[in-house]
Structure formats: structure tokens, C-alpha cells
């Protein structure tokens, strides 16, 4: 049980840490009003965890942006 605890609170640090997170929020709202004149910027949901060779700010943006596209 302690293994697995660890090895989300370090999953989570890494998401946080390389910027994934912070690019997911950005890339969500800007896909989420892309092709709209004025738009409210809705709130991002949780950042889900970075996938393999994601983990940094662009990683983030990318998957954020056709999550956002794709719930307008």
C-alpha cells in the first residue's frame, strides 16, 4: 500500500513539477474557444498525468488544446 501511495505522490510531483500541467491549462482553454469571436475561458479539469515524453510545458499545451477542441 505504501508503494503504490508513493509512486502517485511522485507521478503527481513530476506532472508539476516539468510544467505538464500548466501547459494542459492553457492548451484546454485555448482550444475550447479556437474559431470563437469572444469566449469565457471555462476552468481546465484536473490535469490528467503526463504520458510518455509529454512531461513538459508543450507536451501539456498539445493535450490540452484537443481536449478543449474536442468538449467546445
Do not use: H, S, W
Request: aromatic fraction near 20%; charged fraction near 15%.
Amino acid at each position: 500500500m505504501k508503494k503504490i501511495i508513493l509512486t502517485i505522490v511522485i507521478a503527481a510531483g513530476i506532472c508539476f513539477a516539468g510544467g505538464f500541467c500548466e501547459g494542459y491549462k492553457a492548451g484546454y482553454q485555448a482550444g475550447f474557444c479556437y474559431g470563437k469571436g469572444a469566449c469565457f475561458k471555462p476552468f481546465a479539469p484536473f490535469c490528467p498525468f503526463a504520458g510518455f515524453g509529454e512531461d513538459n510545458f508543450m507536451g501539456g499545451y498539445n493535450r490540452g488544446f484537443l481536449e478543449g477542441l474536442n468538449n467546445q
